[in-house]
Each structure stands twice: as structure tokens, then as C-alpha cells.
């Protein structure tokens, strides 16, 4: 984002992910930077867009963020991966990025939109409910003659939190130009997913 002419903060706080601490959910002290774009790798090198926070319950914290890079001039997205011990001190995993739409499933790589575009953001991850690994939920777009047929929630299963294996879209409403930023929860004996919907792209048939 950018920030406004008036901001006394520094520049670098339009590019990096922010990190605050709290102990009552309500008054937040800021952090040094979680991470900032890596000037070596031209798939990440610009601002890291939203994802989730996971813990193995092991003492492992596992960062799932948004990749954008300078090679698509940020228009493809990856999934990518940072690594923490005490959720202070992050490190990128060394094999990013760790999703990229299996074309099996979704537009990906091999069949881009327009401006060299590959939706691939915002995952989240739980628990599996029937106790085999892991499960993540990340905004995809599937082909069709139709902007609103195209986007979806993709879904992928993982036992380990760092290789994942995607399956057919979790949620595919074909009705909105994008869905995007979903969140995914267990509440008195059933799982709900809530998300943003846009029309920024323009829609036929809302």
C-alpha cells in the first residue's frame, strides 16, 4: 500500500509485513517487520499479500503469504512459506514457492489472463477435522466463458505443513468476478467459511 504524504513512518512500511503483540486483544505494541520482499528472487521481491499463521503444535510456526514478484510486474501470484521458532524471528523456506495452481485444477502458469495474471493468494490453513494432516483453502480461478465462473476457493491437503497436495475447488459459487480473503472455522458442531466478494472486474448476471 502506499503511504500517505503526510506519514512520519518510514518508507519501508509500505512494502514489509507488519508484526504487533498484544496481551488483551485490545491495546497492540508494533514489532519489528515479520519479513520485507526479497530483492533476490524476482517471483518475490514485491509486497507479500495476505495468508495465515499455523502451528505444527510441535513449537514450529508455519507463515503461508501471498508471493508476488517484478517478473509479472505483480500481477501472478505463488503461495509462499516463511519459517518461525517463537513467532518473532522468520525465515523464508528455501523451496518457495510451495503452491502453484496445478493446472490439472485451475488457470495456472500454462494458461495465464490477460497481463500475465495467476490468481494464487490468501491461504488459509486448519486442522482436518478427521485427523489426517492438514487443510488449506486459497483464492484460484478456474477456466470459463464467464468472469464470475471463474473464481473459487482451491483446496489442498498436506501431512507435514510444507508439501501440498491440491484437490478440485472447495468452493466455486459462479456468481461473483472474485472471491478472495476466506477464512475457515469450527463453531458449535460445524465448519464455516467466510470470505470477501468483489465485482471489480465487472459482472454479467448478479
Known amino acids: 500500500q502506499n503511504l500517505s504524504k503526510d506519514s ?8 514489509c509485513m507488519g508484526h504487533a503483540t498484544s496481551t488483551d486483544l485490545l491495546h497492540w505494541t508494533e514489532q519489528p517487520y515479520a519479513f520485507c520482499p526479497n530483492p533476490d528472487d524476482p517471483r518475490d521481491d514485491l509486497t507479500a499479500w ?8 510441535k513449537g ?15 500481477y501472478s501470484q505463488r503461495i509462499g512459506l ?3 521458532d517463537d513467532l518473532y524471528t522468520w525465515t523464508r523456506y528455501e523451496n518457495n514457492p510451495i503452491i502453484i495452481p496445478d493446472p490439472r485444477y485451475y488457470l495456472s502458469y500454462e494458461t495465464m489472463l490477460p497481463k500475465n495474471t495467476v490468481d494464487c493468494r490468501d491461504m488459509v490453513v486448519v ?3 478427521d485427523g489426517n494432516g492438514y487443510v488449506g483453502i486459497f483464492a484460484a480461478r478456474v ?15 498436506s501431512q507435514d505443513l510444507i508439501h501440498w497436495e491440491q484437490l478440485p475447488p472447495a468452493f466455486a459459487p459462479e456468481k461473483y468476478a472474485d472471491i478472495e480473503f476466506p477464512d475457515v472455522y469450527y463453531l458449535d458442531g460445524r465448519w464455516y467459511l467466510t470470505c ?7 459482472n454479467r448476471g448478479t
Not at 512520519?8 to 512494502?15: C, G, I, L, M, S
Not at 495476505?50 to 503444535?57: F, L, R
Not at 510456526?61 to 514478484?69: E, L
Open 127 to 129: 486442522d482436518d477435522p
Open 196 to 202: 470477501l466478494t468483489g465485482n471489480r472486474y465487472g
Open 8 to 15: 512520519q513512518r518510514p518508507a519501508e512500511d509500505a512494502f
Open 143 to 157: 477456466p470459463g466463458k464467464e468472469q464470475a465462473q471463474t473464481s473459487v476457493f482451491g483446496a489442498a491437503r
Open 60 to 74: 514450529k510456526f508455519y507463515f503461508y503469504y501471498t508471493m508476488r514478484g517484478s517478473d509479472t510486474n505483480g
Open 50 to 57: 495476505s495468508g495465515c499463521v499455523h502451528t505444527d503444535g
Open 82 to 84: 516463511m519459517l518461525s
